[in-house]
């Protein structure tokens, strides 16, 4: 199975300021169709994962563009500028290019 | 508005059967795959199973293939996970969502605990 390796574990941050969080893949999640099924989501507190970026990187309806998307290969980054309160929760990556689909451990944004 | 609206989780003995349903509004059920995915308390999120619009294939990781069954009823709009043979290690909320992939509507989850 793919594994998808999510650091750091914990983002402390300060309101305003830039988060990234990195996601690297055991292999490549190039599909034989030349697509890339990397995803993002976020789990606010007490409430259902919401889809951020798909294919890397496009953002989901309504995503701000504060909220980007970006890598290729195995190793790709969630970069959120100007962290807003809203913003704060888990993050994690999701692979559907490899059987079984995989998603990461997470990464817990929360405010310093 | 696209809502899912999960139901049927409660508590059941290891070795026992559970199904959850999942109703869906909103949108053309019928022209969208279906799935379910899970979160252990306190952990992270696993695949459990996908279905195609017209239910024709389906599809497991191995943690569950053989033990759960995922179906649906498009008249009623309704999906459904047939759970046999649970384990301690399938309690979880389990939540249906919208797609293959790119899941982008979900509902509020249901709880299955699995306890003797």
């Known amino acids: 199975d793919v594994v998808l390796t999510q650091t750091p574990v914990a983002q402390p941050v300060t309101l305003g300021d830039q988060a990234s969080i990195s996601c690297r893949s055991s292999?490549?999640?190039?599909?034989?169709?030349?697509?890339?099924?990397l995803e993002w989501y976020l789990q606010k507190p007490g409430q259902s994962p919401q889809l951020l970026i798909y294919?890397?990187?496009n953002r989901f309806s309504g995503v701000p563009d504060r909220f980007i998307g970006s890598g290729s290969g195995s190793d790709f980054t969630l970069k959120i500028s100007r962290v807003e309160p809203e913003d704060l929760g888990v993050y994690y990556c999701?692979?559907?290019?490899?059987?079984?689909?995989?998603f990461g451990s997470g990464t817990k944004l929360e405010i310093k | 508005e696209v809502q899912l609206v999960e139901s049927g989780g409660g508590l059941v003995q290891p070795g026992r059967s559970l199904k959850l349903s999942c109703v869906a509004s909103?949108?053309?059920?019928?022209?969208?795959?279906m799935t379910w995915i899970r979160q252990a308390p306190g952990k992270g999120l696993e695949w459990v199973a996908s279905?195609?619009?017209?239910?024709?294939?389906?599809y497991y990781p191995d943690s569950v293939k053989g033990r759960f069954t995922i179906s649906r009823d498009n008249a009623k709009s309704t999906l459904y996970l047939q759970m046999n043979s649970l384990r301690s290690e399938d309690t979880a909320t389990y939540y249906c969502?919208?797609?293959?992939?790119?899941?982008?509507?979900w509902g509020q989850g249901v709880m299955v605990t699995v306890s003797s």
């Open positions: 969502t919208r797609g293959p992939t790119r899941f982008d509507y």
């Open positions: 909103g949108f053309t059920f019928n022209n969208y795959w």
């Open positions: 279905i195609t619009n017209t239910g024709g294939s389906t």
């Open positions: 292999q490549s999640l190039v599909h034989s169709n030349g697509n890339t099924y």
């Open positions: 294919k890397v990187s």
């Open positions: 999701f692979q559907a290019t490899h059987d079984p689909f995989t």
